[in-house]
Every structure is written in structure tokens, then in C-alpha cells.
């Protein structure tokens, strides 16, 4: 069965990069079928969707966050990663991975979410 898990650093200082990496397993990051996403949840604020890449390197980003965000991926260890350039307080959130079938959060099915990291940004 498909499991996802995020990973990285819970805290980043203001101006500086918020870098997370996803572990894929049961299943390729290669594979036609899937986007695998970034989501992430501000408190009191709805889900966002970030980015994804799909099974043949493609990559997407929400309008918003384009202009600072990168998603890659190491197919050799399963993995996709982002980074978000030149945090504010604003971005402190929970960040989420999830497997989904096209690029909006209503595509992610419940069952292929990592359980979130929280990154706080402060100095």
C-alpha cells in the first residue's frame, strides 16, 4: 500500500528557503498515473495546494507561490522535495504530501496523504 511521509526542518528563519522532502513507498513517483503534490494548512486558514510533480517529471505550481517555490525528485530513493524561497511568518503551516490524480486538493484521496509536518518561520 502507498504511504507518504514529510520530512525536514520545523523551524525556518524569515528570508531564508523552507525545504521538505516526501518518502514515497509502495508505489513508483514515476508512474503516468499520479501528481504527487505539495498541500499545506496555515492555522485558521483552508488547504492550500502547491505544486506537484507528475510521473514523467513534469512540474506544476499554484500561481500564487510560483515565483518562489521549486519541487524536484530523486526517483533512485522515491522521493520528491520542495523548497520555498524567501519565507514570511505567513508561510508557517502544516505541510502536507499527497498522492492526487490531477492538479486540485479534491483529487487527493484521504488514503494517500503523508500525516503533515508543521514548519514554523521565526526568528
Known amino acids: 500500500q502507498v504511504q507518504l511521509q514529510e520530512s525536514g526542518p520545523g523551524l525556518v528563519k524569515p528570508s531564508q528557503t523552507l525545504s521538505l522532502t516526501c518518502t514515497v513507498s509502495g508505489g513508483s513517483i514515476t508512474t503516468d498515473l499520479y501528481y504527487w503534490s505539495w498541500v499545506r494548512q496555515p492555522p485558521g486558514k483552508a488547504l492550500e495546494w502547491m505544486g506537484a510533480t507528475g510521473g514523467d517529471g513534469s512540474i506544476n505550481y499554484s500561481p500564487s507561490l510560483k515565483s518562489r517555490t521549486s519541487i524536484s525528485r530523486d526517483t533512485s530513493k522515491n522521493q520528491f522535495t520542495l523548497q520555498l524561497r524567501s519565507v514570511t511568518p505567513e508561510d508557517t503551516a502544516v505541510y502536507y504530501c499527497?498522492?492526487?490524480?490531477?492538479?486540485?486538493?479534491?483529487?487527493?484521496?484521504?488514503?494517500?496523504w503523508g500525516r503533515g509536518t508543521q514548519v514554523t518561520v521565526s526568528s
Open positions: 499527497a498522492r492526487c490524480t490531477a492538479l486540485t486538493i479534491a483529487t487527493c484521496s484521504r488514503d494517500y
